[in-house]
């Protein structure tokens, strides 16, 4: 074999002989540093539990920094794989419920109850550690529809809509109930509506996923009737008009259309329709005509003409 083959032969056993040292002498120092006792702060994961009403909670989990006197080996164990203790809501020291903390011995106690070798554990820091939930208040509302149902062409309501309810409640978190001011809830898709109803309407989903509600549900009935429409021809009647002061009308009627369901209009007393204008000098010599006396139900409502001019005499 020739002289430089025997040298590069060397050369590589050598090199290979130092690599393996040094990963030997890295393990032993690993070891030797693992096997020695640090105080430092590993993760505990506690888990809140719900079995109370009084509160709502942002986060279900927190996870609180336990200082403890350990030796390397369980130190890293414990930040790879953190222990977790259950927290029932119902037994927790809380004094004040609109900022509820816990005492870090109470999480001490609470973590030597569950685990038994727990020495290593010194406390938890900080003393105080605040929790991710707020105070449960009840708030209620009126129930109100997102949009009526339809109608068959020439069909409406004829009188308010009625609820189920008066009101629904909700429980949750004070800073969200304040921002919302309404109960929405929405009906579902049906054929245009013809004739008197009773439906289920459903609170919305974006209303429905902030709190907690008594129900979600709600019975909505109306009076339907067929509307029609109707024309009549009024004198104007002058209110306030000055003692000894002749005034003038132009013109002295006005045409009024307006839609009314059948049933009112059968009951219509004509006599109690007036037209009426209030007296006021005004620069364009104009005054306005207002209707009194049509049904409650009456909808669409045109004066023609609007206003009337005025002259006056004295």
């Given at each position: 074999?020739?002289?430089?083959?025997?040298?590069?032969?060397?050369?590589?056993?050598?090199?290979?002989?130092?690599?393996?040292?040094?990963v030997?002498?890295?393990?032993?120092?690993?070891?030797?540093?693992?096997?020695e006792?640090?105080?430092?702060?590993?993760?505990?994961?506690?888990?809140?539990?719900?079995?109370?009403?009084?509160?709502?909670?942002?986060?279900?989990?927190i996870?609180?920094?336990?200082?403890?006197?350990?030796?390397?080996?369980?130190?890293?164990?414990?930040?790879?794989?953190?222990?977790?203790?259950?927290?029932?809501?119902?037994?927790?020291?809380?004094?004040?419920?609109?900022?509820?903390?816990?005492?870090?011995?109470?999480?001490?106690n609470?973590?030597?109850?569950?685990y038994?070798?727990s020495?290593?554990?010194?406390?938890?820091?900080?003393?105080?550690?605040?929790?991710p939930?707020?105070?449960?208040?009840q708030?209620?509302?009126?129930?109100?529809?997102?949009?009526?149902?339809?109608?068959?062409?020439?069909?409406?309501?004829?009188?308010?809509?009625?609820?189920?309810?008066?009101?629904?409640?909700?429980?949750?978190?004070?800073?969200?109930?304040?921002?919302?001011?309404?109960?929405?809830f929405?009906?579902?898709?049906?054929?245009p509506?013809?004739?008197?109803?009773?439906?289920?309407?459903?609170?919305?989903?974006?209303?429905?996923?902030?709190?907690?509600?008594?129900?979600?549900?709600?019975?909505v009935?109306?009076?339907v009737?067929?509307?029609?429409?109707?024309?009549?021809?009024l004198p104007?009647?002058l209110?306030?008009?000055?003692?000894?002061?002749l005034?003038?009308?132009?013109?002295?009627q006005?045409?009024?259309k307006?839609?009314?369901?059948l049933?009112?209009?059968r009951?219509?007393?004509?006599?109690?329709?007036l037209?009426?204008?209030?007296?006021?000098?005004?620069?364009?010599?104009?005054?306005?005509?207002?209707?009194?006396?049509?049904?409650?139900?009456?909808?669409?409502?045109t004066?023609?003409?609007?206003t009337?001019?005025?002259?006056?005499?004295e």
């Amino acid at each position: 074999m020739p002289a430089r083959q025997r040298t590069s032969k060397r050369r590589f056993l050598g090199s290979k002989q130092g690599v393996l040292f040094l990963v030997f002498a890295a393990v032993i120092w690993t070891l030797s540093a693992l096997s020695e006792t640090y105080i430092t702060t590993v993760p505990v994961q506690f888990k809140l539990q719900a079995d109370s009403s009084a509160f709502v909670f942002s986060n279900t989990h927190i996870e609180v920094p336990a200082q403890v006197s350990s030796t390397g080996f369980s130190i890293l164990y414990r930040r790879i794989f953190p222990r977790k203790v259950a927290l029932m809501i119902s037994e927790l020291p809380i004094k004040e419920a609109e900022n509820p903390t816990l005492n870090s011995d109470y999480l001490l106690n609470k973590y030597k109850q569950t685990y038994s070798n727990s020495s290593e554990i010194n406390g938890f820091v900080p003393a105080v550690i605040s929790l991710p939930m707020t105070q449960t208040v009840q708030k209620s509302y009126s129930p109100k529809l997102a949009a009526l149902p339809k109608f068959e062409e020439g069909y409406q309501l004829i009188s308010p809509l009625r609820f189920s309810l008066d009101s629904v409640s909700a429980f949750g978190s004070k800073a969200i109930l304040e921002k919302l001011d309404q109960a929405i809830f929405k009906l579902p898709a049906e054929n245009p509506i013809r004739e008197n109803f009773t439906l289920e309407a459903t609170l919305l989903d974006s209303i429905a996923n902030l709190a907690n509600w008594d129900t979600t549900i709600v019975q909505v009935s109306g009076k339907v009737d067929r509307y029609s429409d109707v024309t009549f021809v009024l004198p104007i009647t002058l209110i306030d008009t000055p003692e000894n002061v002749l005034v003038s009308l132009s013109p002295r009627q006005v045409k009024i259309k307006f839609a009314a369901p059948l049933s009112s209009l059968r009951s219509i007393d004509e006599t109690k329709l007036l037209a009426e204008a209030v007296f006021e000098k005004t620069s364009s010599g104009q005054l306005s005509v207002y209707v009194t006396g049509l049904p409650k139900t009456a909808k669409k409502l045109t004066i023609s003409p609007p206003t009337v001019s005025y002259l006056t005499v004295e």
